[in-house]
């Protein structure tokens, strides 16, 4: 099975209570247009591919017409807010990953099972997609673009340093790096993250579920002080020591360094390859210069590790028409209209008859993203409201202990005492 980390949520809102739309019978006619919100469709770049899919939907349900409302990403998130807590018409939202967490508290989303159906979401979505819009036992979200934030690699300046195969193992991940910093001093043999709170708490996050540890446990407890994360720690700050890591290194600066191959492995989402062709990478040849990888085990047979990256799709309780916002989140993630945002965009599918449709099989990236994504899991600090604040923490003590200024002990149990402060 496939599946894919990178989701938009879809959200539904308007003024009448659900349980009058979802009773039998009892809808009311509803005349004025649906309306879909959200950012992608106001980017010059995407704006085209969001007008052919809500005209598709309305030349085949004039009925139930929509229309796209949006705003600039950073200001969706308030502005859905703002807009479903006033009763503004709204029916269909588009959400980034982690942002139903923040909903979910209101009050304000449905339970999509009663929507659209357990059996139809089961039947047709991958169930590690389903379960990333799981929260509190309730699918408040199903995803609408998945992917993961995982692993990319040169083959050409792997090929070059002498690395003849992907590696699989920690032990295989150090050899590849000692030989890319043979061949030459002056590449960074892997790019990770150490700046940027939101990309470090991600990348590490990953690492610690490679080692066995994790920040956050199930019953929402801070458990990153542990033996495994010490461990992983350990790691980081030998990668360090032998310069096959460098400090201040945050996203776009990989990206860059990548794109000008002084990097051989650094850790994207999906959109890697777009923004690699967009910085130089020559596109007819792209397969030679960034493809995805399996992040490394520990052992062999482990499972490898990834974060879910993505927008997924959500109903809000007060909406007009949940029967038809539920049928048009199906026309969105169906495979005609999944199928052709992956030609257009790149961004894969969510559902089993996209995935497998040979326009996507065929592309030897997003084929490999797809088996990625099969491992993902949430970040466990989006489940909470101030989680800028909480990556900042994790950061600021990662890259203590990176310049020796606390053990690795010291500096997860000094990162523990601050995480609890910060969510008590």
Known sequence: ?????????????????????????????????????????????????????????????????????????????????????????????QLQLGWAEVIAPTGRLLDLDEVIGREWLEENIPAASLEAGVIDGTQLAVPYTSASIGMVHNPSLLAAAGVE???????EFEAALEALADYDPDIVPYALTTAGAGSVAQDLNAWFWTFGGRMIDDDGNVVIDSPENEAAIEWFVSLHDRDLIALDMDRFDARVLFAEQQVGFYDDAILARGIAIDSGVPEDEWEGYIMPMMRPTVNPGDDPQSGLWGHQLAIFENTQNAEAAGEFIKHLIGEEIGVYYFEQTGLPPVTHDAIEHPSVTADEGADRWLDITAYGRNHELLQFENVSELQSIVTEELQAALIGDKSPARMLADAAARLEDAID
């Open 1 to 93: 099975m496939r599946y894919l980390g990178h989701i938009t949520l879809i959200v539904v809102l308007a003024v009448i209570p659900a349980s009058v739309a979802l009773a039998a019978g009892q809808a009311e006619e509803v005349t004025d247009p649906m309306v879909f919100a959200g950012w992608s469709g106001s980017e010059e770049a995407s704006a085209p591919v969001f007008e052919e899919k809500i005209s598709r939907w309305n030349e085949a349900n004039p009925d139930t017409p929509v229309e796209w409302l949006g705003w600039p990403w950073g200001d969706t998130l308030d502005q859905l807010l703002i807009r479903s807590a006033g009763g503004e018409r709204l029916d269909v939202a």
């Open 165 to 171: 195969e992907i590696p699989e193992t920690l032990d």
